[in-house]
């Protein structure tokens, strides 16, 4: 018998959750088959199994998000081999934890099975009845018995003691005492009268990535604990609690909560991050791009451009790579261990990218490099994985400049945050059809000024003021904006 746990695919994972099983108990498996797809903080990913056998048992059901190195599934390879006790999961391991590290105290002996205690001259031996149970420990008390200087009373204690008396007297000689430890069903305070509800750990822990609260959950299982199924229903709206049960309790039971996970909770820390880490400096210029929303006409009519998907983001951001060739700042990334600006021999292209799952910010690989086909091409199919969920870690890290299109959601301009490590990104807003002014002194046209409906965008970027000065990060936005308004200007890059 073989048990998988979750493996880590590359990307620094430590949990992820578990999304859909390709196999159910019973299955027949090769080496190498895929049997479970798991969404961690940056894709979804496929994950082969190493055995050929059965399907024993899937351990781990959909939806729940699990640590690495936590078993998901057994196989029976035929060897004939018990698994490893892996008793219930992540409630059991901690049961085990806390039983190693519980410290014994004089007094108590922290053993399994029956113990005695040898009788003292004139006293009858202690009763049996105050032995050591399983997953009940009981001690007796002796007040004649010196307490050992020895006695190491830094470690805390992983539990109370019940059966003590009010006023803080101490049992008597042969009197048992009853040792809460951290395996028991429910809480040690569960009962001590503060209203704690009666749950078990890892139930608590479900209710807390789901944003329940267990004092509004009435519990169905024994006693009143609530169950897995109590936390899943209050969920989903049909718990049997008391949440939203008075009118001063309306406005919470309307809330809903999400638990961050995923890559919401990546794109979170990246941003917290970025934000307080890299001094952010923005500027923005709004340009006339009629000339470029021609060329892309044109180009769409070419031949050696017929299935290529063509946009004005795409122009945009070629406009952009040939910028940054000019003005390299924009390229580097900050080494604080070495206390040096890194310049990057080619340009990574992120394309900031909204999917299902959250922002992902995959990129092209050597972007300047490529021709205004090849970088179509590398772009649509980079989104299109990545709306998929099927972005490879290498597909989304490794990335040195990041262009944003705001633009399609009709914004007109912001001030974006930069991905954690890149020197710079560029927003592109909606272009739309405004009243511009044209002709003049200032053309050289020798024509009078006058007012036209004109195709215009708003183009706005972030930097690094560590990395790129503010003449450096002006010189760049002039270059890309000199160059979407008149595109045969890209012949003098």
């Keep these: ?78 060897s004939g081999d018990e698994p490893p006790a892996q008793g219930g999961g992540a409630a059991d391991a901690d049961k085990e934890g806390a039983q190693k590290r519980t410290p014994n105290l004089v007094g108590y002996g922290a053993v399994e099975g029956s113990t005695k205690r040898r009788a003292r001259k004139g006293r009858p031996a202690a009763d049996e009845s105050a032995s050591v149970a399983h997953e009940q420990v009981t001690g007796t008390f002796d007040m004649a018995q010196p307490v050992s200087r020895h006695a190491d009373l830094r470690e805390p204690l992983h539990g109370s003691v019940e059966g003590l008396p009010r006023h803080g007297e101490l049992p008597g000689p042969g009197q048992p005492a009853r040792l809460h430890t951290l395996d028991d069903d429910t809480d040690a305070d569960a009962d001590s009268g503060a209203g704690r509800p009666l749950a078990k750990p890892p139930v608590r822990r479900l209710a807390k990535d789901l944003g329940i609260d267990l004092s509004r959950v009435r519990g169905t299982g024994e006693d009143g604990v609530i169950t897995r199924e109590d936390v899943q229903s209050a969920a989903a709206g049909q718990g049997s609690g008391g949440a939203g049960s008075g009118s001063g309790t309306a406005g919470a039971s309307q809330e809903r909560r999400v638990p961050i996970k995923g890559v919401r909770k990546m794109t979170a820390e990246a941003m917290v991050s970025s934000a307080f880490t890299a001094p952010h400096a923005t500027e923005w210029v709004t340009c006339d791009v009629t000339a470029m929303m021609e060329l892309l006409e044109k180009l769409k009519q070419h031949r050696d451009l017929r299935g290529v998907r063509l946009s004005p983001l795409l122009l945009v951001a070629r406009a952009a790579l040939l910028a940054i060739g000019r003005n390299p700042e924009l390229n580097t990334s900050w080494d604080a261990s070495s206390q040096e600006i890194v310049y990057h021999p080619q340009v990574n292209l992120g394309i900031a990218a909204a999917t299902p799952r959250g922002l992902l910010v995959p990129n092209v690989k050597g972007a300047d490099r490529l021709s205004l086909a090849e970088l179509a091409e590398a ?114 890059f």
Excluded: Y
Aim: no cysteine; charged share 20%; net charge negative.
């Design 1 to 78: 018998m073989k048990v998988f746990k979750l493996t880590d695919p590359g990307e620094g994972l430590t949990e992820a959750e578990i999304v859909t099983w390709r196999v159910a108990e019973g299955d027949t498996v090769k080496v190498n088959d895929i049997v479970v797809e798991v969404e961690t903080s940056k894709s979804l990913v496929e994950l082969p199994i190493p055995w050929a056998g059965t399907v024993a048992k899937i351990m781990v059901p959909a939806g729940e998000t699990v640590d690495v190195g936590t078993p998901i599934i057994q196989i029976d390879d035929g």
């Design 379 to 492: 772009l649509k199919d980079l989104v299109a994985v990545a709306k998929e969920g099927r972005s490879q870690p290498a597909d989304l890290s490794g990335g040195t400049f990041t262009i944003t299109n705001i633009g399609v959601f009709g914004i007109d301009g912001g001030t974006p945050i930069l991905n954690p490590g890149e020197a710079g990104i560029l927003a592109v807003g909606a272009i739309q059809r405004r009243p511009w002014v044209v002709g003049g002194p200032s053309t050289g046209s020798g024509t009078e000024e006058r007012i036209e409906a004109r195709w215009v965008t708003t183009l706005a970027v972030s930097f690094d003021h560590r990395l790129v000065d503010g003449e450096q990060g002006s010189k760049f936005l002039a270059d890309v904006a000199r160059i979407v308004t008149d595109p045969g200007m890209a012949l003098l």
